[in-house]
Nanobody, 115 residues
């Protein structure tokens, strides 16, 4: 079964940090570009992406300088390290890729930034 499973979300105070993980299974993770998107009630927002070998990385302006995307192809896992979190980062975070011409994403993990 093709699957993405996110973890690592939670409640954190402003200025705090979290590291999200996304475990992939059922497909050859190492040849796929991967990304993180988030949704906070309105439409989904693209956050970051990384190509298959990790050599090309992009961030949205809203997270640049605070978030770091990475991957471990040997562990079939994608990461998102989030530093200096702000209340506006509160959202459900999903890892995603295009698999068989369709968007594949996990069930998401909730990140809440609040004092």
């Amino acid at each position: 079964e093709v699957q993405l499973v996110e973890s690592g979300g939670g409640l954190v105070q402003p200025g705090g940090s979290l590291r999200l993980s996304c475990k992939a299974s059922g497909f050859t993770f190492g040849i796929y570009d991967m990304g993180w998107i988030r949704q906070a009630g309105k439409g989904p927002e693209w956050v970051s992406e990384i190509n298959s070998d990790g050599g090309n990385i992009k961030y949205s302006d809203s997270v640049k300088g605070r978030f770091t995307i990475s991957r471990d192809n040997a562990k079939n896992t994608l990461y998102l390290l989030m530093n200096n979190l702000k209340p506006e980062d509160t959202a459900v975070y999903y890892c995603a890729t295009i698999h068989d011409h369709e968007l594949l994403r996990g069930q998401g993990t909730q990140v809440t930034v609040s004092s």
